[in-house]
């Protein structure tokens, strides 16, 4: 419980704050928990609740409310990922590969740098809406298809109907992919709804999905549901397993490296 000595929680540009600093930590808002340890009424908490929404801050729910995840940066001002994830999240698909297999693989930096750390398997097939992505499987040697159509400066990757068409007559043994965020109630979701439209069919275009996600997608919700964590079969995560206890007891599949 905060001390009004410490805090002015009467004042609601304090509260506000407080609570700003919590949503940017990637904590859920609870507001029974809240009206209890602020002292105020849930008529009260609603109104900050409003405020921080109307911000663009969080995404109020039942219960509560969560954090809105900040827009992606687009594809050609985005930092790679570490290279310790990326060879560590290679090491986790290991069991999920195989020869022969077809695999349909997402645009984004994660996804570039994981076409170059993929071992080549015998007869295998990558399918791609990423151009990025089709180049580094070809200078690997490695059969290629690319989905073609008009390029999301955000992803990089091929959206619209022609692609989605083209990917809706393929057959993928797996689908790896990235993500903007992930809510235990929302599921994965994208900022740019054709990129979510496009994540959704490349999932139903395949017998697996899995989710590649440094910790910072963790407890947020973007723009646009991509799927519910029920229909992916495993998220790799950087986030320690503390941080991701919530998302195993829903149901989801991690491993965490």
Do not use: W
């Amino acid at each position: 419980m905060y001390s009004n000595q410490l805090l002015d929680l009467n004042n609601p540009e304090v509260r506000q704050r407080l609570l700003a600093d919590r949503l940017q930590g990637g904590q859920t808002l609870v507001t029974s928990q809240l009206c209890k340890e602020l002292g105020v009424s849930l008529a009260t908490l609603r109104r900050d609740l409003l405020s921080l929404e109307a911000q663009g801050l969080v995404k109020r729910v039942r219960g509560g409310a969560v954090p809105l995840s900040a827009p992606a940066l687009p594809y050609k001002e985005r930092q790679p990922q570490k290279p310790d994830f990326i060879h560590n999240a290679t090491a986790a698909l290991a069991p999920y590969l195989h020869d022969d297999m077809v695999l349909l693989l997402d645009g984004g930096h994660s996804l570039l740098q994981l076409a170059r750390a993929l071992p080549v398997l015998k007869n295998l097939l990558i399918i791609t809406p990423a151009p990025a992505v089709a180049l580094v499987a070809m200078e690997r040697n490695i059969k290629t298809l690319l989905i073609g159509g008009q390029l999301s400066p955000l992803g990089a990757v091929s959206v619209g109907a022609l692609a989605e068409r083209q990917l809706a007559s393929c057959a993928a043994d797996l689908c790896i992919q990235g993500t903007c965020a992930i809510d235990v109630n929302f599921g994965f979701s994208a900022d740019d709804l054709e990129e979510a439209s496009l994540r959704q069919q490349m999932a139903h275009s395949s017998t697996k999905t899995i989710v590649i996600a440094d910790k910072s997608k963790l407890n947020r919700r973007a723009r646009h549901q991509v799927h519910p964590l029920s229909e992916t079969h495993l998220l790799i995560t950087d986030a320690a397993q503390i941080e991701t206890e919530i998302f195993s007891n829903a149901g989801l599949l991690i491993t965490n490296v």
